[in-house]
């Protein structure tokens, strides 16, 4: 199965924060529920703020679910953090899953760091249950 491990992604990213874990969490779900045979299944449409550390999540997403950049199989669009969304299509058949996440994320990482600074909360992020962190949508 292609992909990495968080561990992975971490270094490939060259730290483990809270942004990256989120994307990753986000496309290993995506992986769960799409089932994608090889890494060329997926696309990915990233709306996100175009600002760190936001788009930490970009590289998240690319480590585990094929989607890259080299294969021109992710797009970045701006947006407002309230709109942050990670949508992934299944291009043998169209089925797609959306994740937006929940509008209180953001301000929950913003006091985790302060309390616990950059790995705790990465750690903390990382143990979360996904739906606590997303709003998770199938469209077949
Ligand atoms: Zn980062």
Not at 1 to 15: D, Q, T
Not at 19 to 30: H, S
Not at 62 to 73: D, I, R, Y
Request: charged share 35%; with cysteine.
């Amino acid at each position: 199965m292609f992909g990495l491990s968080v561990e992975e992604a971490a270094k490939l990213h060259g730290h483990k924060g809270p942004w990256l874990v989120l994307g990753y969490k986000a496309g290993k779900r995506a992986k769960e529920i799409l089932k994608p045979e090889s890494e060329h299944d997926l696309y990915c449409i990233v709306k996100t703020p175009l600002k760190t550390p936001y788009t930490c999540a970009i590289d998240g997403i690319q480590a585990v679910s094929g989607c890259t950049l080299g294969k021109l199989s992710i797009e970045i669009k701006d947006s407002s953090l309230e709109e942050t969304t990670y949508l992934f299509i299944d291009r043998r058949n169209n089925k797609r899953v959306e994740f937006k996440l929940r509008t209180d994320v953001p301000k929950l990482i913003d006091e985790l760091y302060e309390k616990y600074g950059l790995e705790r909360t990465a750690e903390i992020i990382e143990s979360e249950d996904i739906c606590k962190l997303f709003k998770e949508k199938l469209y077949d």
